[in-house]
Nanobody, 117 residues
Framework: QVRVVESGGGLVQVGESLRLSCTASGSTSSIQVMEWHRQAPGKEREFIASINKGGATNYADFVQSRFTISRDKARNTLFLQMNSLKPEDTAVYSC???????????WGQGTQVTVFS
């Protein structure tokens, strides 16, 4: 089993930055991919970015270079650096790990990001 805990959310003004963290514990050697997703009020959850075991990254089109995903392999921690935040970035941000064994996916509880003007 893998446990995933996010942190770093908060209340920020338009244009400011935040860095989210996601720490995995447990059977972390089985993790193949770590992802960030978000869900805004009244909307479907959407993919933001991912990073695989080899370090390759993938981003959703809407990111437009404002967000950067990275990781600290030694600490099993995933980061999402978010710059130039906009009100439409307000959402619950969640971390997902994809494993090589069952259970195949594990989600964190999420962290709230609120951007105000």
């Amino acid at each position: 089993q893998v446990r995933v805990v996010e942190s770093g959310g908060g209340l920020v003004q338009v244009g400011e930055s935040l860095r989210l963290s996601c720490t995995a514990s447990g059977s972390t050697s089985s993790i193949q991919v770590m992802e960030w997703h978000r869900q805004a009020p009244g909307k479907e959850r959407e993919f933001i970015a991912s990073i695989n075991k080899g370090g390759a990254t993938n981003y959703a089109d809407f990111v437009q270079s404002r967000f950067t995903i990275s990781r600290d392999k030694a600490r099993n921690t995933l980061f999402l650096q978010m710059n130039s935040l906009k009100p439409e970035d307000t959402a619950v941000y969640s971390c997902k790990v994809v494993r090589t064994q069952y259970p195949w996916y594990t989600w964190g509880q999420g962290t709230q990001v609120t951007v105000f003007s």
